[in-house]
């Protein structure tokens, strides 16, 4: 088996973050089973990037993973086109305020099904395949599965589901397949709803006193599923040091 092998399937992969993750472990010798659901644009043109530097080493998907009877199709397509798959990474999510008092039941729902079922089920339908080349699940959670975001409590909840998710399926899924997760901290800015003084506190809260990158989330990742084999059921906080203050 060579590296260029490989498999991953990686959701929310079309732009930010994701998008750093897919062309990271592409650059490592992966082949990429990207994701994207409303990102339709960008998701191409990325599939596109990597197919010129190695063709025949991306698939590009469609779908949205509130639709729970689409996420074994994801596997299907990824395992049909490569032959096998050797890693999922859970970086898709969904973010928006819940404040306490207004919040309905379709946010709740929806908050949930993208941050905490949507990866349960597709970690559920890669296990066979997952187990047969002994491979990793990488989930990407929050620092506010565990410290609570004000406004946030649908977000937060569905993000500290991931977390036990992630510990609930390193336990059954051991000791042939290792599930990880990784909380960032502030690398990058939502791209709306945050002002510059809020930003300002949120650096002075961070003892390394700046944003972290896609890259340094992207690395972590590889990590988790390359070298890290005596990991599993953890959570690798990338957070600049955040919760110690």
């Known amino acids: 088996m060579t590296e260029s092998q490989r498999v991953a399937l990686v959701t929310g992969s079309a732009r930010r973050i994701g998008a750093g993750i897919a062309r990271h472990l592409h650059a490592h010798g992966y082949r990429i089973a990207l994701h994207a659901h409303q990102s339709s644009e960008e998701l191409q043109s ?10 025949g080493s991306v698939l590009a998907l469609e779908a949205d993973l509130r639709d729970v009877d689409a996420l074994p199709d994801l596997v299907e397509q990824a395992v049909s086109q490569f032959g096998r798959l050797d ?9 928006f305020p819940t404040p306490f008092g207004q919040v309905q039941p379709g946010q ?3 908050l949930f099904a993208v941050n905490a ?3 349960f089920f597709l970690a559920q339908a890669a296990a066979p395949h997952l187990i047969k080349q ?11 599965a565990t410290q609570p975001l004000r406004e946030h ?3 937060s909840s569905a993000k500290a589901a991931l977390e036990m998710v992630t510990r609930s399926l390193a336990l059954e899924m051991a000791p042939h397949v290792r599930v990880n997760a990784i909380a960032p901290g502030a690398i990058l800015w939502p791209e709306q ?3 510059e003084a809020a930003k300002q506190k949120l650096m002075e809260r961070t003892p390394l006193d700046r944003l972290g990158t896609p890259h340094e989330i992207a690395s972590a990742v590889r990590w988790l599923l390359d070298d890290a084999g005596y990991i599993t059921g953890q959570t690798l906080r990338l957070d600049g040091g955040r919760l110690l203050t």
């Open 153 to 155: 409590p649908a977000y």
């Open 108 to 110: 709740w729902d929806e």
């Open 117 to 119: 079922r949507a990866p």
């Open 134 to 144: 002994r491979g990793a699940i990488v989930n990407l959670t929050d620092l506010h």
């Open 193 to 195: 709803g945050k002002s």
């Open 87 to 95: 890693a999922l990474v859970n970086n898709a999510s969904n973010f």
């Open 46 to 55: 990325l599939a596109f990037d990597l197919e010129s530097e190695r063709p």
